[in-house]
């Protein structure tokens, strides 16, 4: 059975075999192969694709076989958000003060630049997320960010570029804080997402993606 349409693609890490693709207009996340393309063009295409990335594509599997992943069978890249990961980091001072005692749902700090909004610091309650991780689920996809993706809150226009923040390390099995962080940008490579991702070591030309083994 084929599913065309639009997808966010979450590359996961290295040692899974599998990207996930989540479906844009529905809450449909799905495993799909990363090797064993035939044709070298659509496995360079594979290859290429980064966590971010917003493709319109074409998957063929059985949606009954959840032990089966899906195979790409036509990806084209049509957009994206540019990302980057770091964990086992304290907080930025912004994070902090936008979190607040007592506080259960999601919070968003604008920030700006020379008097412009550029983006927003938002901090994420771990207590919904599967065993409270942060940036794993994110990488996976397990994290639903496609409306703050298509429309960054308190901003309304769509992100271009996003920073994502773990207190803890992806194999944490307690949490030094209640939430992780991320900040989405509504505008490419600005000095303030420039500071940040320098002092975090997350630049944007390298793969950021933490090394660890989710199984």
Known sequence: MDRSGRFRVYRVVESVPQINLQAVASPTLYSVYQSGYADP????????????????????????????????????????????????????????????????EPAYAVVTEDGTPIGVCGVQPRDPLPNGAFVPNVLTG???????????????????????????????????????????????????AERLRAEYGCPLDADTRPAFDPY
């Not at 994290?143 to 429309?151: M, T, V």
């Not at 996003?162 to 949490?175: G, I, K, N, Q, W």
């Not at 030094?176 to 490579?189: C, D």
Request: charged share 30%; net charge negative; hydrophobic share 40%.
């Open 41 to 104: 063009e659509r496995q360079a295409a594979v290859d290429d694709l980064e966590t971010g990335d917003l493709v319109e594509a074409t998957i063929e599997g059985d949606p009954d076989d959840d032990a089966e992943p899906w195979r790409l069978t036509a990806v084209d890249v049509v957009g994206g958000v540019d990302t980057a990961f770091a964990v086992d980091v304290d907080p930025p001072d912004l994070a902090r003060e936008a979190w607040g005692p007592g506080r259960t």
């Open 142 to 192: 397990l994290l639903p960010l496609e409306p703050q993706f298509d429309a960054v809150p308190e901003i309304g226009d769509p992100a271009v570029e996003a920073v994502f923040l773990d207190p803890d390390p992806p194999d944490a099995s307690s949490y030094s804080r209640p939430y992780g962080v991320a900040f989405l940008f509504t505008r490419p490579e600005t000095a303030f």
